[in-house]
């Protein structure tokens, strides 16, 4: 999807282990979202930012942190990681916030 | 547990005819509402939106209603083709000032030849 990308596409990690996941957008978008998709299931929203340095929780923000330092990064960390935060993970932007949101790729995370 | 989302429900429909996909939404406040789809693999890619001083938009192929006496929204499809299959979610908008989308489990759409 062009003007948002994710990295890693795919990762396993081991229990108790860290990692960031990266989203940069290129469309200097204002708001911009993490979401998460267990099989089979709509998206729940884990945390969101309304701008560079302004972040929120959503509905599913534990075991989560983000950070907003620019207007194209939003990075994703997973401090301690659980077998529970198995999913796929989305982040999205949008101009306003009566615009539609507009995804990346995703993140495939296994914690084994 | 939510098991009960493992299972979607599946739309089947022939090449040609038209697609009706349903959705009920849960926010009588709720002002915005959009139809994504979901291929597997990729993200959710939009197709339509509609807020809810209307109770029709349409664009190419598809077209939205909006029901807010009853809180249901449709997606119709008009000759759907082979390349339509995939999931849709319907996703809505609360009232005020942060765009937190709340989306639905998703409907998948087999299109048959």
């Known amino acids: 999807n062009a003007g948002v990308t994710q990295t890693p596409k795919f990762r396993i990690l081991k229990i108790g282990q860290s990692m960031t996941l990266q989203c940069t957008q290129d469309m200097n978008h204002n708001y911009m979202y993490w979401y998460r998709q267990d099989p089979g299931m709509g998206l729940k929203l884990i945390y969101y930012s309304v701008g560079a340095g302004i972040t929120d929780k959503g509905e599913v923000p534990n075991g989560y942190n983000v950070s907003r330092s620019t207007t194209e990064d939003f990075p994703l960390r997973l401090e301690l990681a659980a077998p529970s935060q198995t999913s796929v993970y989305f982040c999205?932007?949008?101009?306003?916030?009566?615009?539609?949101?507009?995804f990346g790729d995703g993140t495939r995370l296994s914690i084994l | 547990g939510e098991s009960v989302g493992l299972h979607l429900p599946t739309l089947s429909v022939q090449e040609g005819d038209n697609s009706i996909i349903n959705c009920a939404y849960s926010n009588s406040a709720s002002d915005y509402f959009i139809w994504y789809k979901q291929e597997s693999g990729k993200g959710p890619q939009f197709i339509i939106d509609i807020r809810s001083n209307m109770d029709k938009r349409q664009g190419q192929r598809v077209t939205v209603l909006l029901n807010k006496t009853v809180k249901h929204l449709s997606l119709q499809i008009a000759a759907t083709q082979p390349g339509d299959s995939a999931v849709y979610f319907c996703?809505?908008?609360?009232?005020?000032?942060?765009?937190?989308?709340?989306f639905g489990t998703g409907t998948r759409l087999q299109v048959t030849l």
């Open positions: 996703a809505e908008k609360g009232t005020g000032t942060a765009s937190k989308l709340t």
């Open positions: 999205a932007i949008s101009d306003y916030s009566n615009q539609p949101q507009h």
